[in-house]
């Protein structure tokens, strides 16, 4: 594989601009081919480097400016003054070609505004979404949109399906993914109209695309299906819901175990087990959702996360470059095109 | 407290009629007033009851019918040829005040349908909600509509937070409970139009409901608020993601303590803690969703409950009924009318 450079957003993020360095070097010692560029203060960031001695030595450069996005700044206020920042400046190297992706943990909405300024939608996408990989009790599941697009239509929840589809084969190795939309009962009448016009459309293409109809909340978890599709509401509900009843579950175990000192032995005793299990739900491990749908990899980080989740970040934009998302997602979207094209000449319904 | 008749829908449900008949008599030993008719096929129901002797002797009586409504039965079907049934008599038994509520582990959407027809809505309600009360860090939280109604506008979700207001502090005993609506950021622009508007009226009323705004998915689990509104599509999604998530931190737990003989061993020892935290989330323990809105208490028992689930069901329609939940949603909706109309008469904006 080809040398690949990944633009890092060093100022984003509550840790920020430590734990993006020492996530970059974890990341360094990973992916042996990948080189960095590291936008932000540069004397603030020369002496967290030099913490590395000669790791990564000459795979990285520190791009200085002394602009950052805020956490709370608004998108608007981000397109109008936020080019020049390091979040701008991420972005803008993927456009000029001198990186594959960047990668942020800054504020989510100047991210995704600045995003799609500088980079524009691939050719037959209308909106993009947030996508990520949760776990499941199968293995992992891909999940879209976690919050791009409060409202969405059928032919948005298609596009989407389509994307989700290729991320799937992409980080998650899986030849042909079965795809679901997210719904109130698995039956073909349920849920509004939006969910079902985009069921139908999605049941009448001759898109090689493994379709299985509606899966329910709980389907997240179990992992009935590997692609998850949703309107950004919905998602974006559904995965905090996830992230509250995991605390939930561990506030109460904790609880637990400190209720006596009987309890306390016993989870020194268990420790190990519940260790084990609670690494599966570590977000840390998931961390890191692209922004489908633009002509670009964008991937951003968990805002709280530590180097360890940033490096996890970094992997998912190489991944993702590695095996050039981006044109599976726009081939795939021309056999769309064309199979919605001979339906609607069959049927005589919209294409 | 006087006698409180419940009426039973004993043929609704994957273990019934048997976990009606035993929940009936194990909810019968802590309500010791509660009195209960018991809908279904008496040559079933008879040696299922001669096996509780003398139990709760004179506190219940059979009522024959040989009609139930199938779990796959639809709406309109119920309608048609369900009045005669268990579930469409237990409701009758409501309407014709010989119960003050009504229970049933059957289909959803017939109960809903029947339900509906028979008691009509409260003065001022445009539609029902289903309502439950769900764990969290700091107790319980009420959540409604958890499926009735896939789409609402802004005035539905308005009558849902009155509605669910009046439950907590009848469920839960607050005086004075804090509510919000389900969103995907707290800040006011976050959202759709629809729960952007809902937000506003329940900003402006004069009513004495302490609204918080919004909260985010994980705010069900932190126990943020104690009344979290919103339409039925997303409720649903939130709530079955809630069970998906704790079956899959569960199905995790099993897995790492049966890796090995000694992971085993430490199961054992942590048993104890790890139980008492389990059952904090036994979803028995939350049995029993009512139909907020309608003329009368209707509560929906999940279909495979067992006897210790379905007695908690009972519980909720006597509790529900002993504290007159219907006057105190109505006597709420014509405080929100009178505020809702003054409000109007000073802005210009519409009631």
Redesign the interface.
Known sequence: MASLTIALDAMGGDDAPRMVVDGMFQAAESLAEARFLLFGDRAKLEPLVARHGEAAKGRYEIRHTDQRVAGDEKPSQALRKGRGSSMGLAIEAVKQGEAVGAVSAGNTGALMALAKFALRMLPGIDRPAICTVL???RGQSVVLDL?AN??CDAETLVQFAIMGEAYARTMLGIATPMVAL?N?GSEEVK??DIVREAAQRLRDTDLPIDFKGFV???????GDVDVIV?D???G??????????????G???R???E?SIW?K???L??R???T??RD??DPRRYNGAMFVGLNGIVIKSHGGTDAFGFANAIRVAHQLSAERIDDRITEDLRHFSAAATAVAATTGAPG
Chains 1, 2 share one sequence.
């Open positions: 776990p499941t009790m919050g409060v409202e997210l109130v849920g509004h329910e909340g709980d389907g997240i978890g179990k949703t950004g509401f919905t974006n509900v559904a995965l905090k819901t996830v992230e509250g009843t995991a605390k939930l579950i506030h109460h175990l609880n637990s175990f209720k309890s032995l016993a989870y005793v268990a190990p087990a519940i084990s299990a599966h739900f």
